[in-house]
Each structure stands twice: as structure tokens, then as C-alpha cells.
């Protein structure tokens, strides 16, 4: 059988796990995270970044940074996971979903500023597929309405948008270190702050409220409650497990993307052939190959190559029902404009297995099948 899924794992994991614990150092905020935290800066050229327990946790954090209230609009793409929508529900903020684009499956930036109303408070693009939002666009509307953007780039670790890092070009950007994702700490996750007067307020949240970091510095002698927070902070011992890949990063990405190119190749016969569609990558989008879709003509079709996919020993998958159609959306959101895209591209869209050690024989042997469906 071939996984859709196998969470990355690097031999250094075990030594940095070994070495957490050895020197007794598990809880949060450790040697490991203080790492993780410097190399994300270094990498994205982000003001400050905080490790989180996941990219759940950290759009939380940043709705509560962004001071997001009940009633407020924030406008998102329906077509994401969960989170997306739960962090500022939870503010009790309504939810506005805007139509995707077909080619990338983000926000369809042309449809944003018609949803803009006096409540809108914040935009949040959603990088699907580690494929940039159109964000030089996004971030004009952002300055012409004083809109906050909190960035989901979940997906997107090690991507980029005209040279700058995803995660670190809005207010606020949310990394996802979940298994499933390109680096991985089990659960886990970052927030990117850009503005450096953010950075005391969100170290405040993340601690439950209080200066403990500050403390921790050596900047105050005794720590104290200070604001309303939570606990975003991850033991050190998931950080050492992250650190490992951060280390390897550019490695990992390189063999990612051979997958990613050789599916495409691989495929692209049968994408000429009018067969299937193939993802679609902007110019000055440079992405992470986090996953490979294929788009079938419709559910029906994307139904039966699962299951003869299924039959052939590999696992593909479909996600995210369009939020607007989920009971909570329903109660929670609403869908502005025509959903144009975003249910029937949705129902058409297959993944196919990718992972860091997935093998191009694999691969080759997956793309067959795809075409053996198609004959
Ligand atoms: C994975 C994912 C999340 C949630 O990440 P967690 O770290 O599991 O909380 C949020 N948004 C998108 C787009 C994702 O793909």
C-alpha cells in the first residue's frame, strides 16, 4: 500500500529528543524552540517568530493580537480547513467567505473588495497547496480600508511570493508544523509577527497573560499577570524533533519538489489529452511541492479514481467540504458573491500520495495507475 501520508522523520530527531531530556530541559520556551524561533526569522525575514502547539493555536493567537471583536467581518476563502474560520469565530466574528480562483484554488483577489464592508476587520488569505495568494493586491486593499491580513500559510513553509517568505508578508503569518505538513513537530505550529510592536503583546498572550518571558530575559525580577492569554507554548521536545528537519530544510524542499516535478511530467500527457487538470503555479510563486492534485471532470469521476486508486494500493484523498456548507459555517459565516469555484472545483480535486522519502519509482507506478483509469 502507498501511504498519502507519512509524517517526515530525520535520524537527528532521536539525538536532539535525547539531549532535551538529558538535560531536563522539556517544558516550553527551551534551547530547541529558541532555535526553531531564530531560524524561521533568518529564513522568512520575519520581525519575530513564536513557536505555537499548532497553526490552530497560532491564527488564535493573531485574532486576538488583531483585537477582533463580535460582529466583526473577516473575509477568507471557504475553501480551507477548519481553523481558518475557528480562530476568529471563537472572537465571535462572522466569517465572510469570498469565491476562489480555479487555477490556484485561493482567494479570488479581483472578488475581495466588494465584500468589504464597515465591520470588515481583517483579510486571511489562505496559501493553498504552499501556492502564494496574490498578495500585493491583498495588501493594497488591506492599506486602502486599514484592514489587518493574517496570512494562513499552514501549507506554506519555504514558499515565496515575489521573493518574500509566506508567513511574513502580512500582519501576521501562521505556520503549521502538524504531521501531515512539510516539517513536522507532531502538533505544532508558528506565528510570524512583522510589526516589532506586536511582539511584546503576543509573548504576553502566549504565556497566559503574563511577562514570564520578559522574566525569563532577565528584563523584570518577577513575572505577573498582564493581559487576558492562553497557553500557545510547545514543549521543547517536539521543537527538537522540528529542529532536526529545519536543519535539513533545503534538502527536504529539493526532494519534495523532484516529486512534484516528476508527477507533472509524468502526467502532463494526459493533461494535454483534456483528461485531467494539472496544478497551476503563478509567475513569482515559488512553491514547496506540500502536496500534488489532479482535477478530475467532476465528483462522480473523482469518486471512481479514488476507489480505483484505492484498488492499486495507493491512498488519494479529497479535503476540505467548502466551510459555507458545513453546519458551523452555515451558523457562523456567510458566503459574499456567487460561489462560482468553490464547490465545484472543490469536488473535483484529487491528492495524491507525497511525503519527504516517497520514491520516484513510486511515483512512477502512481501516475500509471492515474493513466491506466484514464484509458
Ligand atoms: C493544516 C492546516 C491548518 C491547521 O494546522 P494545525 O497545525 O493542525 O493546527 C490550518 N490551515 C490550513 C490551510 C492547514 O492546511
Request: hydrophobic fraction near 40%; include cysteine.
Amino acid at each position: 500500500m502507498i501511504n498519502f501520508n507519512v509524517p517526515p522523520y530525520v535520524d537527528k530527531a532521536m539525538e536532539y529528543i535525547q539531549e532535551c531530556v538529558r538535560n531536563q530541559k522539556i517544558c516550553g520556551d527551551g534551547a530547541f524552540t529558541r532555535k526553531c524561533n531564530e531560524w524561521i526569522e533568518k529564513k522568512t525575514g520575519t520581525a519575530k517568530c513564536l513557536l505555537t502547539t499548532s497553526c490552530t493555536h497560532a491564527t488564535e493567537l493573531a485574532a486576538l493580537l488583531c483585537g477582533v471583536e463580535p460582529q466583526d467581518e473577516v473575509i477568507m476563502p471557504s475553501y480551507t480547513f477548519v481553523s481558518t474560520a475557528n480562530a476568529f469565530v471563537l472572537r465571535g466574528a462572522v466569517p465572510v467567505f469570498v469565491d476562489i480562483r480555479p487555477d490556484t484554488m485561493n482567494l479570488d483577489e479581483k472578488l475581495i473588495e466588494a465584500a468589504i464592508t464597515e465591520k470588515t476587520r481583517a483579510i486571511v488569505p489562505v496559501h493553498y497547496a504552499g501556492v502564494a495568494c496574490e498578495m500585493d493586491t491583498i495588501m493594497a486593499l488591506a492599506a486602502k480600508y486599514g484592514l489587518k491580513v493574517i496570512e494562513d500559510a499552514a501549507q506554506g513553509v519555504m514558499s515565496s511570493y515575489k521573493g518574500r517568505a509566506l508567513g511574513a508578508i502580512g500582519d501576521f503569518g501562521c505556520f503549521s508544523f502538524h504531521e501531515t505538513k512539510n516539517y513536522s513537530m507532531g502538533e505544532g505550529g508558528a506565528l510570524l509577527i512583522q510589526a516589532p510592536k506586536d511582539v511584546e503583546a503576543a509573548e504576553i498572550m502566549r504565556e497566559k497573560g503574563t511577562n514570564r518571558s520578559m522574566y525569563y530575559r532577565g528584563q523584570i525580577d518577577k513575572y505577573t499577570w498582564i493581559n487576558y492569554g492562553s497557553s500557545y507554548l510547545p514543549s521543547d521536545t517536539n521543537a527538537a524533533y522540528l529542529y532536526a528537519q529545519l536543519e535539513i530544510a533545503e534538502k527536504m524542499n529539493d526532494a519534495r519538489l523532484a516529486l512534484w516535478e516528476r508527477y507533472y511530467r509524468n502526467l502532463a500527457p494526459l493533461a494535454e489529452a483534456g483528461k485531467i487538470e494539472l496544478p497551476v503555479v503563478p509567475e513569482g510563486c515559488v512553491h514547496n511541492a506540500h502536496m500534488f492534485y489532479i482535477k478530475a471532470a467532476d465528483l462522480e469521476e473523482r469518486t471512481e479514481l479514488l476507489a480505483y486508486l484505492k484498488q492499486k494500493e495507493i491512498l488519494s484523498v479529497f479535503h476540505y467540504i467548502p466551510l459555507h456548507t458545513a453546519p458551523a459555517g452555515v451558523k457562523f459565516g456567510r458566503f459574499h458573491g456567487e460561489d462560482r469555484y468553490t464547490t465545484k472545483e472543490s469536488e473535483r480535486l484529487a491528492r495524491l500520495p507525497m511525503y519527504y522519502g516517497l520514491t520516484v519509482e513510486q511515483v512512477d507506478y502512481i501516475c500509471d495507475m492515474v493513466k491506466g483509469f484514464y484509458v
